[in-house]
Each structure stands twice: as structure tokens, then as C-alpha cells.
């Protein structure tokens, strides 16, 4: 009797997760295939740290079929058919039992085309190239957004900018961090400052183009080079629109489907910690439909802590609106995070989380 075939589509942390949460509950059961086209697995949380500095692209990264084997195929997916049928970019076909497609996430430009045609983003590895390409010779640099990768981002500029370099941040409200307390927005505000970044608050980008934005309020500033940082989206158009499903996502209601992204659902700030909770939990469910089980899983909890590493020295530590100021300790604690979990996917063992 062969064993039940599972097809994981894209290396994301949702893909490994389900990838591992599956091999551990059912072990040689079933056989399964991770697809990608890239192939190298990326820790897409550090990425800022690669701002000005690409050789730690590195760092945060390694190769899929040198950790993955025989269970990883190095391919373009054309498209999934509610029949389970995938189809190769070179033709070739799949018809697993099970598929759970693991949609990343995409940049959230609004329905603005001049957003998307004139900013960068930092969502992916293939982004860093170009953008740090532009930041060795901008003079002026903006990055429009909020939340924590928004003053991630503008910390590490700002610490490796050039003298002649200048750095604004646009937020739309009045204060950073405008949902915790107001004095973590204030401590997050004057580390800025004082790095040598301006503060627009209270003010929103209308319109970008190559050289310039212009704000609501009517006031314009120069910008050789500007980052959006104002929000994600689950990628409902898979690696742009390169995957089709057929019409109206009918291969979604397939009961041997699974299909969701790299932002969470069920937490708000831990994004990729969360993704890699809920994608165990799709793990166990195709588990139990393979087995006929239910319910062996635990009910989801809601993360929301948060380690704000602004430089490397200097961090804030939140949860709702409890915060401390904790300098030399929060990078650490997210360099920490960033080792487990690549240690994690590198040696295919699953930690507490």
C-alpha cells in the first residue's frame, strides 16, 4: 500500500512548519514535497539588517535541497487545479492527496500604482539588491509607514547613513506606536531624533514619484529614495500572479487543499512567530484528516509580545501597554529568536514556540 503524498507549496516559515508539524506526527507515513523556486530558505524578519550591508544577506539564509534533500523540489509551479493537479513550469505534473500552499505575503500599496512603481519594500531577498544599490548614492531617503518594521528599518539607515546622508520617516498618526502606551511611542520618537532621523507625524503620503512625495497637508519633500513600510497583505495573487488557481479559487474548497499566508491571522505584532504557530496547527489538521482523528491540537493563544531592537544597543520591550526600556537586551533577544528558528528549520526538529 503507498504511502499518502502531501505537496508543500513555497518556503515560507508557514511551509516548514507545516512541513515539520506533519513529520513528526506521521514520520515515514507519507511522503512529502516541498516546492519552491527560490532555493534557498530566508529569515525574512532580519532583513532590515541587510540595509547598507547585503554580504548578511548570508546570515540569515540557507540552501533547501542541502537541508531538505530528496523531500525538496527546486521549481516554478504554473498551476493548481482543484483536482490536485499541479503543473511545472517545464510541464511536468503532480497529483498529490493533499496540498497546503503557503502563500507568503506581498507589500500593501493601497491600489496606489505610483506607491508601487516608485518606492521599495523590504519583504523578500530579491528586494535588497536594488535597494541598497539606490541607498549607496541617495541624498535624501524617506521611509513611509508604522509599526515596528517602519522604525526598524529607519534605525539601521540611520546608524549606517553617510554624513551627507538625510533620513525622514512619515507616520499618519500623531504619535508612534500609537496602540501602546504613549511613552513608548515617546521613547521610540527621541531615539530617533537623536540618531538624526525627522519626524513627520500626523501626515500621510498622497502621492510619490521618482524625486519627490507629496503629503497630504500639500507639503513636498525631496526623495532620492523611499521605502514603504505601511502595511502587509496575504498574497492573494501567489509570486505575482505567476500561480493560477481556477476561476474564483474553486481549488479552495477542496477539503484536500489548504491555502493561507505568512501574515497571521490570529496575532497582530509577532507576524512570522505566529504564522509558524498557525502553520503547525494546519499540519495537524491534514494529520488528523489523514487519520481520521479530530481536535488533537491546542486552541491558538494570542502573542503579542513585541522586542523593538532600534540599534543595537537599544531596545523596547512591549506587551499591550506594559513596556520596559531595556538597552543592550532586546537585540539580543531578537538575535536570539532568529537563531532557534533557523535552528529549527535547518535540523528539522520542532522547538517549544
Known sequence: MRNTSIVIVWASFAWLSAYLALRKRLGDQVD?????????????????????????LDAIQFDLQEVYQQDFLHATISSIKKDKVITLSN???????????????RTNYFG??????????????????????????AKHIAVIGWWVTWVELASIIASRKHPD?????????????????????????????????????????????ADKIILQSGQKLISNCTILSSGIKINDEPYNGSVTFETDYDALES?????????????????????????????????????????????????????????????IITNNER???????????????????????????????
Open 32 to 56: 512529502i514535497t516541498l516546492i519552491d523556486q527560490r532555493d534557498k530558505f530566508t529569515y525574512t524578519p532580519s532583513l532590515h539588517e541587510t540595509l547598507m550591508c547585503d554580504k548578511q
Open 91 to 105: 510541464g511536468s505534473t503532480l497529483t498529490p492527496d493533499y496540498i497546503i500552499i503557503a502563500t507568503w505575503s
Open 112 to 137: 496606489k500604482q505610483d506607491f508601487e512603481q516608485y518606492t521599495y519594500s523590504v519583504r523578500h531577498p530579491e528586494d535588497i539588491s536594488p535597494l541598497n544599490t539606490t541607498l549607496k548614492t
Open 165 to 209: 546622508q538625510h533620513i525622514t520617516l512619515i507616520h499618519s498618526r500623531d504619535r508612534t506606536f500609537h496602540t501602546f502606551h504613549e511613552q513608548v511611542g515617546k521613547r521610540t520618537q527621541d531615539r530617533l531624533t537623536k540618531h538624526g532621523c525627522d519626524l513627520i507625524l500626523w501626515d500621510r503620503a498622497s502621492e510619490i514619484t
Open 255 to 315: 477539503e484536500y487543499i489548504y491555502c493561507a499566508g505568512d501574515v497571521a491571522i490570529h496575532g497582530l505584532y509577532t507576524t512570522a512567530h505566529n504564522a509558524m504557530v498557525e502553520w503547525r496547527h494546519v499540519g495537524h489538521l491534514v494529520a488528523d484528516h489523514i487519520q481520521w482523528l479530530s481536535n488533537t491540537y491546542k486552541p491558538l493563544s494570542n502573542r503579542k509580545e513585541v522586542a523593538i531592537a532600534l540599534w543595537t544597543h537599544d531596545g
Open 323 to 353: 513596556w520596559r526600556y531595556i538597552p543592550f537586551v532586546t537585540g539580543l533577544i531578537k538575535k536570539f529568536v532568529e537563531k532557534r528558528v533557523m535552528l529549527e528549520f535547518k535540523n528539522k526538529i520542532m522547538l517549544p514556540i
